[in-house]
T-cell receptor, first 115, second 111 residues
Framework: QKEVEQDPGPLSVPEGAIVSLNCTYS??????FMWYRQYSRKGPELLMY????GNKEDGRFTAQVDKSSKYISLFIRDSQPSDSATYLC???????????????FGRGTQLTVWP | NAGVTQTPKFQVLKTGQSMTLQCAQD?????MYWYRQDPGMGLRLIYY???????DKGEVPNGYNVSRLNKREFSLRLESAAPSQTSVYFC??????????FGSGTRLTVV
C-alpha cells in the first residue's frame, strides 16, 4: 500500500462548479499537509499548506484535514477554466524520525473546468 | 528571485550515453530532491539530500547517481541511459519538508 492514495481522475466540471479533491494516507505520523497545483508542462507549485487537523481557507480554495480518518480534501469554489491543472496532495511528518521532513505525494488528480 | 533552476530543459540521448542534470537553488534551503514524473505514476523520488554532505536513496534510485556539490547545487547523473529513463525530471528544494519549491523540469528522451 502506498503511503498516500489519490484518485487520478480525470475530473471534468463546468465553470462555476464546486470541486472536491481528496487523498487518504496510512502514516499517522504525518502532520503537515499540502496541495500542489501543476499546469501542463510546468513544475508543481505550492497551493495550500496546513498543519495538523482543521480547515484553512484562501480565496476560493479550502483545505481540510481529518487526522482521525487519515483523510484530506481540497475544495475549489466557483471553479474557473484557469483552475484546469493536475492537483497533487502531499504530506510530511516534519522533523520527526529519520525522514527529516521528506514529502510523500499522491499521484495527482487531473482537473478540467470547461466554460 | 530565480528559485530552483534546472538545466537543460530538454535532452535527447542515445541508449548507453551518459549525462548530468544540473539543479541550483538560491533560497538557502537545506534539503534538495530529485523526482521523475511519468504518466499515471505521479512523482517518484529518485534521491534526496537532507543537508549538505548527505544523500539518500528514494523509491527508484537504480541507474542514477547524485552529488550534493554544495548547499546550492544538487546534480543527477545517468551513467548509461536506458529507454526506461525517458521521463520528466524535477528538482526541488525545501527547508526540511516545510513546502517544496520545484524547478521547471527537464524533459529527457532516451532513444
Amino acid at each position: 500500500q502506498k503511503e498516500v492514495e489519490q484518485d487520478p481522475g480525470p475530473l471534468s466540471v463546468p465553470e462555476g462548479a464546486i470541486v472536491s479533491l481528496n487523498c487518504t494516507y496510512s502514516n499517522s505520523a504525518f502532520q503537515y499537509f499540502m496541495w500542489y497545483r501543476q499546469y501542463s508542462r510546468k513544475g508543481p507549485e505550492l497551493l495550500m499548506y496546513t498543519y495538523s487537523s482543521g480547515n484553512k481557507e484562501d480565496g476560493r480554495f479550502t483545505a481540510q484535514v481529518d487526522k482521525s480518518s487519515k483523510y484530506i480534501s481540497l475544495f475549489i469554489r466557483d471553479s474557473q477554466p484557469s483552475d484546469s491543472a493536475t492537483y497533487l496532495c502531499a504530506m510530511s511528518a516534519g522533523n520527526r524520525g529519520s525522514t527529516l521532513g521528506r514529502l510523500y505525494f499522491g499521484r495527482g488528480t487531473q482537473l478540467t473546468v470547461w466554460p | 528571485n530565480a528559485g530552483v533552476t534546472q538545466t537543460p530543459k530538454f535532452q535527447v540521448l542515445k541508449t548507453g550515453q551518459s549525462m548530468t542534470l544540473q539543479c541550483a537553488q538560491d533560497m538557502n534551503h537545506n534539503s534538495m530532491y530529485w523526482y521523475r514524473q511519468d504518466p499515471g505514476m505521479g512523482l517518484r523520488l529518485i534521491y534526496y539530500s537532507a543537508s549538505e554532505g548527505t544523500t539518500d536513496k528514494g523509491e527508484v534510485p537504480n541507474g542514477y547517481n547524485v552529488s550534493r556539490l554544495n548547499k546550492r547545487e544538487f546534480s543527477l547523473r545517468l551513467e548509461s541511459a536506458a529507454p526506461s529513463q525517458t521521463s520528466v525530471y524535477f528538482c526541488a528544494s525545501s527547508l526540511q519538508g516545510y513546502g517544496y519549491t520545484f524547478g521547471s523540469g527537464t524533459r529527457l528522451t532516451v532513444v
